[in-house]
T-cell receptor, first 112, second 114 residues
Framework: SQQGEEDPQALSIQEGENATMNCSYK?????LQWYRQNSGRGLVHLIL?????REKHSGRLRVTLDTSKKSSSLLITASRAADTASYFC????????????FGDGTTLTVKP | DTGVSQDPRHKITKRGQNVTFRCDPI?????LYWYRQTLGQGPEFLTY????????KSRLLSDRFSAERPKGSFSTLEIQRTEQGDSAMYLC????????????FGNGTRLTVT
C-alpha cells in the first residue's frame, strides 16, 4: 500500500487561479518531495522539503510541511494551461531520496 | 539528449512470454532505480543499484523478475513467464549517490500482457 495519499484526486481550475494539493502520510519521514507527471511520460522532480523545514518556495510553487499532522501541501500560483498534469508526493524514510514511497497523485486540469 | 532513456517505449506480449527492458541512466549518476506504475496509481519502488551492486529489492519483485546492471551503466529488467497482472508502466530513474539527490525519470516502458 502507498504511504502518501493526495487530496483531492482531481482538481479543475481556470488559468490564472491558484491550485492547492494536499498529501498525508503515515510514518515518520526524512524528506518529502513533489513530482509532476504529464500523461504518458516520466515524472519530473519539482521540490524537496526536509523534515525540519516548514515551508519552501520555488518559482510559482510553495510547499508546506507539517510533521505533527503528517501532511504537506503544494500550492501552484497563477496557474497556466501547461501546468495540467498529475502531481505526486513522495516520502523518504531515510536520506536516500530515490527510494521513495509515492502517493496516488492529484490530477490537475487548468482550463485556458 | 542527456536524460534517462528507456527502450522500448511500448511492449505487447502474450502471457507466458519473457520480456526485457533496457534503461540508460544519466551518465554521471551512479544510482539507478526501477519503479512500476499502474493506471491511476503512483509509482511503486521495485529495486535499486548503486554502480553494479543491487542494494535493495522490494517484496513486489517476485522471482519472475530480475534486474541487472552489469557494468554500472545501463540496466535491464527482465520479466519471465509474464502474467496479465504484470501489465504496467515500468519506469527507470537515476540519481547521484548523495543525500537528498532527487530522481530523474525516463519516460517508461509500457507493457501490455494479453
Amino acid at each position: 500500500s502507498q504511504q502518501g495519499e493526495e487530496d483531492p484526486q482531481a482538481l479543475s481550475i481556470q488559468e490564472g487561479e491558484n491550485a492547492t494539493m494536499n498529501c498525508s502520510y503515515k510514518t515518520s519521514i526524512n524528506n518529502l518531495q513533489w513530482y509532476r507527471q504529464n500523461s504518458g511520460r516520466g515524472l519530473v522532480h519539482l521540490i524537496l522539503i526536509r523534515s525540519n523545514e516548514r515551508e519552501k518556495h520555488s518559482g510559482r510553487l510553495r510547499v508546506t510541511l507539517d510533521t505533527s499532522k503528517k501532511s504537506s501541501s503544494l500550492l501552484i500560483t497563477a496557474s497556466r494551461a501547461a501546468d495540467t498534469a498529475s502531481y505526486f508526493c513522495a516520502t523518504d524514510a531515510d536520506t536516500n531520496a530515490g527510494k521513495s514511497t509515492f502517493g496516488d497523485g492529484t490530477t490537475l486540469t487548468v482550463k485556458p | 539528449d542527456t536524460g534517462v532513456s528507456q527502450d522500448p517505449r511500448h511492449k505487447i506480449t502474450k502471457r507466458g512470454q519473457n520480456v526485457t527492458f533496457r534503461c540508460d541512466p544519466i551518465s554521471e549518476h551512479n544510482r539507478l532505480y526501477w519503479y512500476r506504475q499502474t493506471l491511476g496509481q503512483g509509482p511503486e519502488f521495485l529495486t535499486y543499484f548503486q554502480n553494479e551492486a543491487q542494494l535493495e529489492k522490494s517484496r513486489l519483485l517476485s522471482d519472475r523478475f530480475s534486474a541487472e546492471r552489469p557494468k554500472g551503466s545501463f540496466s535491464t529488467l527482465e520479466i519471465q513467464r509474464t502474467e496479465q497482472g504484470d501489465s504496467a508502466m515500468y519506469l527507470c530513474a537515476s540519481s547521484l549517490a548523495r543525500i537528498r539527490s532527487p530522481l530523474h525519470f525516463g519516460n517508461g516502458t509500457r507493457l501490455t500482457v494479453t
